[in-house]
């Protein structure tokens, strides 16, 4: 396996536009966690999904971030409209549905809003 | 109070030295991971446990759960061991999808 998959590597927009990161989990894994890590606060959750539905997205900042999981093979992150504060690098990790199994990382989608 | 802290923040060693990083949290939890986080910014998982202790190579982690702590050793450190150490917790059931919350993370730099 290929490990989770991220896109794009690198992201630059403009204020106010919309941005969408990709990620494919690991094939079999029931969870998908959403993240965001950025100098001043570290990494966070943003939200996550069980057997592709959204169980805790108490981490999302506002209602301009919206994430979807339409299969189990992919998931969405989007942000619309994009703002300078946005800027941070964003991970995705997936994991088996029970709590005691490891979590695996996707390598990030490093977002620069201009 | 964060719910999972890590001591030191930074730590600077020289090549050989024992190392160790420690990771305290204040609820229950159904597992803690210890993550790496290198300069070019990908995360790798590196131990993953509920209890006792783990060893992979030069790197050992113990947790107690009655304490609430865990720690992450590294022997004979090198150079390349350099990097970010991340502490993280799993909350919740042994069963649900629960999710991790991390500590602030511990610079590690080993010089030769």
């Known amino acids: 396996d290929a490990g989770v998959i991220q896109s794009p590597r690198h992201e630059v927009t403009e204020m106010g536009q919309e941005v969408t990161l990709r990620c494919k989990p690991i094939?079999?894994?029931?969870?998908l966690f959403w993240y965001r890590q950025t100098m001043m606060r570290g990494l966070e959750l943003l939200i996550y999904?069980?057997?592709?539905?959204?169980?805790?997205d108490s981490g999302m900042p506002e209602d301009r971030f919206s994430a979807k999981m339409p299969n189990a093979s992919f998931s969405t992150l989007k942000i619309q409209p994009s703002e300078p504060r946005d800027s941070a690098v964003y991970f995705c990790?997936?994991?088996?549905?029970?709590?005691?199994?490891?979590?695996?990382f996707g390598q990030g989608t490093r977002l620069t809003v201009v | 109070k964060n719910e999972v802290e890590q001591s030191p923040q930074n730590l600077t060693a020289q090549e050989g030295e024992f190392i160790t990083i420690n990771c305290s949290y204040s609820?229950?939890?159904?597992?803690l991971h210890w993550l790496q986080q290198h300069p070019g910014g990908g995360i790798v998982s590196l131990f993953m446990?509920?209890?006792g202790k783990k060893k992979h190579g030069r790197l050992i982690a113990t947790i107690n759960i009655q304490e609430k702590h865990s720690s992450l050793h590294i022997t004979a450190s090198h150079p390349r061991d350099s990097a970010v150490y991340i502490c993280?917790?799993?909350?919740?059931?042994?069963?649900?999808?629960?999710?991790?919350?991390f500590g602030e993370g511990t610079q590690l730099t080993v010089n030769p």
């Open positions: 990790a997936s994991s088996f549905t029970r709590a005691s199994t490891e979590a695996f």
């Open positions: 094939s079999g894994h029931n969870s």
């Open positions: 609820v229950g939890i159904s597992a």
């Open positions: 999904f069980n057997n592709n539905v959204p169980i805790d």
């Open positions: 993280a917790v799993r909350l919740g059931e042994e069963t649900s999808g629960s999710r991790l919350t």
């Open positions: 446990l509920s209890s």
